[in-house]
């Protein structure tokens, strides 16, 4: 008699595909998954706690390294938060830095996305072409605040450094760049059969599923929920940008797919007004006392990072450090709807599922 | 020669001209190999706008490969504690020997070709089928989870395309009456089997690509799902038999092509004063860098996708290709 049995198999903490340290204990049959199991905190610092002895400045290198993919958006959640606990009125040319340096790391943040996205599938020279722009994007940041990943940035009140002379030029000119390379990323990846038949009707699931599970992002607007954050509730300066939020209908890895290369246009159709836009001179920090003490209170803000929903919460009795602090981390969030979308699919596609979904392991963990 | 002293009586002098030249084409091959490594990796890194090897052997990465094997010579040697130890210290043997040994029926010119079988083809293809089982056992020998759906993928996927394959060459050998190596070449004096035969050339080419475990078919390694496939406990020279193999494969199959397709060593027309070696060199080159063309530029096929497009298109393609290559051998004789 033939006996055939199901496999335990450890997918991770150590394995290519799983974007750091996640791991991912999964029964197979065959190659059919029936049943996946995430086991995650390889990478818990335990940001929220540590921040309870911190003073408010001292948090912003911390969140830095929560999503280092875009350590912008992080930056400004904490800084915002803290911001309206004060009732602080940013600077107009803070608030434009602010703005195109969070829509330069959403890119960043996009391109590292497309291109690992396609290692996982095994195409190799996405990767090489995506990183390539997003070096220039770092070598921007780099230029602003000296550091190529973890940037810190911003400050309560408005942002550390100035533009140093001729930078915004090089935004400038970075947009027309970017767009021409854009084409070539569609012509060498976004028609190919094979590409097309890895992804489409892949890890599938309906808007009911994504509210259920409180997915957000692009991971919300491919089952067409058109719901983003810079335009429903606009922060800082949003309000300015003409700008669109690419949605689609069906909820598969090809639909992410092509959110995600949309938002990257619409990304550089704000970096553009920005750069039209900005201020000749102003102050880059608002008028804040040297010790910053969060008035005592709560409060909860929510931005729109590359991710999804990233949201901080803040709780102070009155001193320089919060009593509490909570951070709606979107790829701990996303990553959730895992087990279910696993279920019935093979290996190969759960490479797919996994990397649609587009997590950061610094983020998961906290 | 090769036939005068095969038909000669057996002898030391035999055994040492033998020994000699099979010792000869084995250097030629791994310095075909050594250079093929290096080439694909510099041609990949020009694709992706890179260096590639620019610091051993000056700026052009000659020592690359050499120094790579040698750090491989010089490794540990680790057997997992509880592999099937004589089958995961042959299978790198099984799948590396016939590798080696199909190059012996390989016409690289009028002159030079090791052994003149009259179903050279036939003999291709046979010997080739057993490095399958090479994989197979490495992947099972392991005693791992990845090897083992890295090896099942493998006999899987070998077995798929070797038939589509098969057939494909079925049109060839229609034309040219013969399974002889040589007499195909022969029958590509005036007009490349290419030209007459492109449908089957581009399902051979598929197929040949599936064949040699490279991207867009490189399931069995699969290096994002299964870590290395069916050699992730392989280490030091062991795993570089299993690369070795590979590589020679890659210029087994080339040559085949060449030698099926492209004409072997004949030159293009008013161009015949280069010499066949050149021409077979130049046609041979040209299927390599197709090869890692393709190799930087697709993504990878998915398992049931591949078995689908093995048995639903390229088979029925091949067949149909071998019925209308009859079909029209056979109207054409009419007139």
Request: aromatic share 12%.
């Amino acid at each position: 008699m033939i006996r055939t049995e199901e496999m335990l198999l450890n997918v991770g903490p150590q394995h290519p595909s799983t974007h750091g340290v996640f791991r991912l204990v999964v029964k197979i049959d065959g190659e059919i998954i029936t049943e996946a199991k995430p086991v995650i905190g390889y990478l818990h610092r335990g940001t929220e706690k540590l921040a309870e002895d911190l003073q408010y400045t001292q948090i912003i290198p911390y969140t830095d390294r929560m999503d280092y993919l875009s350590a912008m958006t992080n930056n400004y959640v904490l800084c915002h938060a803290v911001e309206t606990m004060m009732g602080i009125k940013i600077p107009d040319r803070a608030e434009y830095l602010r703005v195109l340096t969070m829509e330069l790391g959403r890119v960043a943040s996009h391109l590292v996305w497309w291109g690992t996205f396609l290692l996982d599938i095994g195409a190799t020279s996405p990767f090489l072409f995506a990183f390539r722009e997003r070096e220039m994007i770092i070598n921007l940041l780099n230029e602003l605040s000296g550091a190529r990943l973890t940037f810190n940035y911003m400050r309560v009140g408005g942002v550390k450094w100035d533009a140093p002379e001729g930078w915004i030029e090089k935004v400038r000119e970075f947009v027309p760049y970017m767009r021409e390379q854009l084409k070539g990323y569609h012509e060498l990846v976004t028609g190919n059969e094979i590409f097309m038949n890895r992804v489409k009707g892949v890890g599938k699931y309906t808007k009911e599923d994504a509210l259920n599970y409180s997915l957000s992002g692009v991971n919300l607007r491919c089952t067409g929920v058109k719901w983003d954050l810079r335009k429903d509730e606009p922060y800082s300066i949003y309000d300015r940008f003409d700008f669109d939020v690419p949605t689609r209908q069906n909820g598969d890895a090809w639909t992410r797919y092509q959110c995600r290369m949309e938002e990257i246009e619409q990304s550089l159709k704000i970096i553009e007004q920005a750069v039209e836009q900005f201020p000749a001179e102003g102050d880059i920090l608002a008028k804040v006392p040297k010790i910053i003490k969060a008035p005592k209170g709560e409060a909860y803000v929510r931005i729109e990072s590359p991710r999804g929903e990233i949201g901080c919460y803040i709780a102070s009795d009155g001193k320089k450090e919060p009593y509490r602090l909570k951070f709606r981390r979107p790829s701990f969030y996303n990553l959730q709807i895992l087990p279910k979308l696993l279920k019935g699919e093979n290996m190969a596609n759960l490479i797919v599922v996994l990397g649609a979904i587009d997590i950061v392991l610094g983020e998961v963990d906290g | 020669m090769i036939n005068g002293l095969l038909e000669s009586s057996p002898g030391i002098l035999n055994f040492g001209i033998f020994f000699l030249l099979a010792f000869v084409l084995l250097m030629v091959v791994l310095g075909f190999v050594t250079y093929a490594i290096l080439a694909e990796r510099k041609v990949m890194g020009f694709m992706q706008m890179r260096m590639g090897p620019n610091q051993v052997g000056g700026r052009w990465g000659l020592l690359q490969t050499i120094a790579d094997v040698l750090k491989l010579l010089l490794k540990e040697d680790t057997i997992p504690k509880l592999a099937d130890r004589p089958l995961f210290i042959i299978a790198p043997v099984i799948a590396f020997a016939p590798a080696f040994m199909v190059l012996a029926t390989i016409p690289f010119t009028d002159k030079f070709q090791f052994a003149d079988i009259g179903v050279g083809l036939l003999y291709y293809i046979a010997i080739s089928g057993i490095s399958t089982v090479g994989i197979v056992a490495g992947g099972w020998a392991s005693n791992n989870k990845y090897a083992l759906l890295g090896g099942m993928r493998a006999a899987a996927q070998m077995i798929s395309y070797e038939i589509p394959l098969v057939m494909s060459v079925i049109g060839v050998i229609l034309l040219a009456g013969s399974l002889n190596l040589n007499d195909i070449v022969a029958a590509q004096e005036d007009v490349w089997f290419i030209v007459l035969q492109p449908i089957g050339f581009i399902v051979f080419l598929i197929a040949s690509i599936a064949e040699l475990n490279r991207v867009p078919f490189d399931l069995p390694e699969a290096e994002s799902e299964l870590v290395a496939g069916f050699h992730v406990e392989y280490s030091g020279f062991r795993w570089a038999f299993f690369m070795l193999a590979e590589y020679v494969y890659l210029f087994a199959m080339a040559s085949l092509t060449t030698v099926l397709f492209l004409g072997g060593w004949h030159p293009l027309p008013f161009l015949a004063f280069i010499p066949g070696a050149v021409w077979f060199a130049l046609k041979f080159s040209l299927i390599i860098f197709v090869l890692i063309w393709i190799r930087s530029t697709f993504p990878r096929i998915r398992a049931d996708q591949l078995m689908e497009f093995g048995w639903k298109v390229l088979l029925p393609v091949a067949l149909a290709n071998i019925f209308l290559t009859a079909l029209l051998k056979e109207l054409l004789k009419l007139f």
